[in-house]
């Protein structure tokens, strides 16, 4: 699960992280990226945003909304000092806000909330190096395969299986997982671009759609585009 946490203050913007990685510990698999300024943010995108409402140099709402307009899953959890901006930013509909002023309180009871959310996700779960994995389905990007041996690639991490791409993907059981060449399927959320007869992912990895799943790889991306249109 990757998480980005925007604020102008290095102070406040470390003790929070750390306290992310606390409340995180026993419950996701994450990696953080801070910022100080918006000027990097867009460059990928994260499942969860810690926002600081009001920056000098940026408005917190007006970011917000442009993260919202590229990838619409994303959960917005807005941070402040003050708690009349609230009322400002519930037109974004975010997932959550934490007060600075009650900082343990409110990360405990947005982490509660955040459990509860991806609990209801759907994991993968297999044996590697003598031990049950269990992933996020969601934060597969993609799966290759070479020989007998399979990787599955996420943000984090790097799995290799001795499972055939078919079994694998077939194991896994998600209709977001669309083959796209002999040798490669991806995850249609994680796809930054689309151009032709190739597909880039969040990850900037670009890979060839060949012809014999070009039909099966349209239907599945228009149907995932259009979805509860």
Known sequence: MNIAIIDDDLYFLNNIEKKIKQYSR???????????SCSLLFSKKYDIYFLDIDMPSSNGINIAKKIKSTNSLAKIIFITSHVDLVFSAITI?????IRKTNLDKDLSIAFTLLEDCYIEKEYYKFKYNSEIVSILVDD????????????IYTNLNQ????KSLKDTQEEIHSQNLIQINRKTVINILHISFDKKNTVTLDNKKTFKICRTFKKNFNDAFNTFIFKGE
């Open 93 to 97: 509909q975010p997932f959550y806000f």
């Open 26 to 36: 026993n419950l996701f698999s994450i990696s953080i990226d801070t910022f100080t």
């Open 159 to 162: 799995y290799h299986i001795y």
């Open 140 to 151: 597969i990007l993609y799966l290759e395969t070479s020989d007998h041996l399979t990787t």
